[in-house]
C-alpha cells in the first residue's frame, strides 16, 4: 500500500513545546493549565475567562494541547468566544511580532486537526466571518488549511452567483447568465463545449436532463439534479440558438460580457468557467464514492484510476444518469 502523503504522524500531546521563545513558558504553567480546564466548562463566563488568560499568554503558540483543546471549541455557541478562539488559533499559523512561527509540533497540530473539519465546522467558521467582518482574515487562513472546505465555499459562491444572474436587467442577460452557470457547474463544460451549447442540446430523458456535447469528443453529459430546473428554463429560452448567446460559437469571448455582468464588487471574484467545472468534476466524484474507493485501494496518484479504467467501458446513458447524481427529482 502507498504511503499516505497527507498523513501527518502525532505523538501524545504536550502540553508544552520547547524552544528559544517557549522556554519562559513553563513559568506559567499554573495559569495555563487552569486556562486549559476553564475552557471546556460548561460555563459561558468560565469559558470567557480561559480564553482571555490563553490569548493574553499566547499559550496556543507554543502548547500542543492547548491548540488542540482550542480547536474543538470551534463551534462554540457563543460567538464572541468563537470569534476569539478563531483569532487565537490564526494566529498560531501566522508569524508573530517578531518575525517568527510557532514551534513545528504546534503548527502541525493545527494542520492535522484544521484538515479534519467537516460541514459544522466550516459553517461554524462561516459565521464567524459573517458576525464579525474584520475576523475574516483569520477565518481564511484556518479554512486554507481544509481541502474540504472548497466544496462549501464553491457551492456557496454559485447560489451568489446565481442570484445575480437573476438580478440582471433583462430577461435574455437573466437566461444566458443562468444557463452559463448551470452549464459549468452543472455538467462540467467550458471552453468550446460551453460556447456552442444550443437550447436543442438539452433535453430530458433516460430519467434525467442531459446535454449533448458535439465536436471532437461527442457524448451526452448528464447534469447534476440540483440545476435541472434552471438550466431548462435557460434551454426552452434559447431554443435552437446559443444558450450563452451571441450567433457565431467559434468567436471566443462569446461569454465574456456575461461573465463581466456576473462580478459582484470585491466580495465576489470574477466568474471563472474552469472552477465550474472543477465544481462539477468534484460533485461527481462525491457521487461516485471516488474517494471511498482510492482509500481502499492506497491508492494516492491520480494516474492509476486512469490505467484503471483504460479497457473499461463507460455505462449507458440511463446508467450515467442514476451514477452520477443527474436523476430528475419527482
Known amino acids: 500500500m502507498d504511503a499516505d502523503p497527507f498523513h501527518i504522524p502525532l505523538d501524545q500531546l504536550s502540553l508544552f513545546e520547547f524552544d528559544d521563545n517557549s522556554i519562559d513558558a513553563v513559568e506559567l504553567f499554573p495559569a495555563i493549565w487552569i486556562a486549559a480546564e476553564a475552557i471546556i466548562s460548561p460555563d459561558r463566563r468560565v469559558r470567557i475567562q480561559g480564553l482571555e488568560q490563553i490569548a493574553q499568554t499566547q499559550a496556543a503558540r507554543f502548547s500542543p494541547l492547548i491548540a488542540y483543546l482550542l480547536f474543538t471549541r470551534l463551534v462554540e455557541p457563543e460567538m464572541d468566544s468563537r470569534t476569539s478562539v478563531v483569532s487565537i488559533l490564526a494566529d498560531g499559523l501566522r508569524l508573530d511580532s517578531e518575525g517568527s512561527v510557532a514551534p513545528e509540533t504546534v503548527r502541525l497540530q493545527l494542520i492535522n486537526d484544521l484538515a479534519c473539519m467537516r460541514t459544522r465546522q466550516i459553517y461554524a467558521l462561516l459565521q464567524v466571518a459573517d458576525f464579525e467582518p474584520q475576523a475574516s482574515d483569520s477565518v481564511a487562513v484556518l479554512l486554507n488549511a481544509c481541502s474540504f472546505a472548497g466544496n462549501h465555499l464553491s457551492d456557496i459562491l454559485i447560489d451568489r452567483k446565481l442570484a445575480l444572474a437573476e438580478a440582471q436587467p433583462t430577461p435574455a442577460r437573466r437566461m444566458r447568465a443562468t444557463g452559463l452557470i448551470c452549464l459549468g457547474a452543472g455538467a462540467g463544460r467550458t471552453g468550446a463545449d460551453l460556447r456552442q451549447a ?127 447524481g443527474a436523476a430528475r427529482q419527482s
Open 198 to 324: 444550443r437550447g436543442s442540446d438539452i433535453a430530458c430523458r433516460s430519467g434525467g436532463v442531459v446535454v449533448q456535447v458535439r465536436g471532437r469528443r461527442p457524448r451526452a453529459v448528464p447534469v447534476l439534479s440540483c440545476y435541472h430546473d434552471l438550466l431548462l428554463a435557460s434551454a426552452a429560452f434559447a431554443g435552437t440558438g446559443l444558450v450563452t448567446g451571441g450567433h457565431d460559437p467559434g468567436r471566443r469571448n462569446v461569454t465574456t460580457p456575461l461573465v463581466s455582468a456576473l462580478a459582484g464588487g470585491i466580495d465576489l471574484p470574477r466568474l471563472d468557467t474552469s472552477r465550474l467545472r472543477a465544481t462539477w468534476l468534484a460533485a461527481c466524484a462525491g457521487h461516485l464514492g471516488l474517494a471511498t474507493f482510492m482509500h481502499a485501494a492506497g491508492i494516492t496518484c491520480s494516474q492509476r484510476p486512469g490505467d484503471l479504467i483504460a479497457g473499461l467501458e463507460p455505462a449507458d446513458e440511463s446508467a450515467a444518469v442514476r451514477l452520477l
